[in-house]
């Protein structure tokens, strides 16, 4: 099973096990804000660490750790253009299958600017982003989100996430991929499975969005477990905890 959006930076190095034991064997771990993101270097010493030591203690347990790096809405740096700039080579790591997690978090004239700049940065190399939604204003939010996103890159290239029922109307015609991020406080494992009852299994991937909130290591093995129980096909199971990432990230 692939976990598609996780923070490594923030767990246990048991987590790994336990995902491990459950069937996990990969995941990728993407940039946010775990501190107070004052300078650039704050902020690209967090991606060093998702690169480099979360690859290696995700490793130990056997869970192959992919990495998304960026600038997160709320972890953006009044010199942000430092890591902008540095981002076409850190993209050139084999580990790095994506730009994020990137987008807006409450819509403000510096979260658009820099969340369109990633975009056409991403559009420029066909590089693939994971773009957040927010918890709070989701609805307002994500229509903002989903109109810049269609001004500026190939939605092909995007991973939406956090998609739930009051958004999914608007960016079900996405030709890209969307996340089902099963996550305590944001949706459990039985309103993924409507989810992928009503919506097919062809446009989804599952993650915990595993984090310093809340959060289950094993939100995707739980909810291939309720599938399996709710008699759902294999192949569509497989699709959506495997496939379906795999084909996306290229990995
Ligand atoms: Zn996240």
Redesign the pocket.
């Known amino acids: 099973m692939i976990d598609a959006?996780i923070?490594a930076d923030t767990r246990p190095y048991e987590d790994f096990e336990m995902m491990a034991v459950a069937g996990v064997d990969t995941a990728v771990s993407?940039a946010?804000d775990p501190m107070r993101m004052s300078t650039s270097e704050v902020v690209l010493d967090h991606i060093h660490r998702i690169m480099e030591n979360d690859t290696k203690r995700a490793a130990k347990n056997g869970v192959k750790l992919y990495s998304a790096v960026g600038v997160h809405p709320r972890s953006i740096s009044s010199d942000y253009e430092i890591v902008l700039d540095k981002l076409p080579e850190l993209l050139e790591n084999k580990n790095v299958v994506a730009i994020g997690?990137i987008g807006l978090e409450n819509g403000t004239k510096q979260e658009k600017e820099v969340f369109i700049k990633q975009l056409k940065i991403a559009q420029d190399l066909n590089i693939k982003v994971i773009v957040?939604t927010p918890r709070t204003n989701k609805k307002e939010i994500t229509e903002l989100t989903a109109t810049i996103i269609e001004d500026n890159i190939d939605t092909s290239l995007v991973l939406l996430?956090h998609v739930d029922k009051f958004i999914i109307k608007r960016v079900l015609d996405f030709n890209g991929i969307l996340g089902l991020t099963v996550q305590p406080q944001k949706m459990t494992v039985d309103e993924a499975v409507q989810m992928m009852e009503e919506y097919g299994y062809d446009k989804f991937v599952l993650d915990s969005?595993m984090?310093s909130s809340p959060s289950d290591p094993l939100s995707v093995p739980k909810t291939v477990h309720k599938l399996r129980l709710s008699g759902v096909d294999p192949k569509n199971i497989k699709k959506v905890s495997y496939s379906n990432a795999a084909d996306f990230y290229k990995i």
């Open positions: 959006h923070h993407c946010h997690e957040h996430d969005d984090s």
